[in-house]
């Protein structure tokens, strides 16, 4: 069994910082891809920042604000928000693309998501 656990969210002003961090464990082999994704009230999901070996990918409303990187020892990702925003607001989810044994295929799991809410 996986799982991904979030972590770091909550309220804060606008202009304020925070970090999340989301842990991955349980049966292990391999991880490729992890990401943040967010869901803000009656709105999709969309992807925030990915990160694959040494590359990154952001979303261009979060572009020089905010940076993800990963630490592959721990399993775990995390992602640095700078400047926010009140259209940061959201509930925020980790991604992951990981085998859990040799051989086995990369399957997408997702952690239960944590609320970052900035206020103005």
């Known amino acids: 069994q996986v799982q991904l656990v979030e972590s770091g969210g909550g309220l804060v002003q606008a202009g304020g910082s925070l970090r999340l961090s989301c842990a991955a464990s349980?049966?292990?082999?391999?991880?490729?891809?992890m990401a943040w994704y967010r869901q803000a009230p009656g709105k999709q999901r969309e992807l925030v920042a990915i990160?694959?070996?040494?590359?990154?990918n952001y979303a261009d409303s979060v572009k020089g604000r905010f940076t993800i990187s990963r630490d592959n020892a721990k399993n775990t990702v995390y992602l640095q928000m700078n400047s926010l925003k009140p259209e940061d607001t959201a509930v925020y989810y980790c991604?992951?693309?990981?085998?859990?044994?040799?051989?086995?295929?990369?399957?997408?799991?997702w952690g239960q998501g944590t609320q970052v809410t900035v206020s103005s």
């Open positions: 990160i694959r070996g040494a590359s990154t």
């Open positions: 349980g049966s292990i082999f391999s991880i490729n891809g």
């Open positions: 991604y992951a693309e990981l085998a859990r044994f040799p051989q086995n295929p990369y399957l997408r799991y």
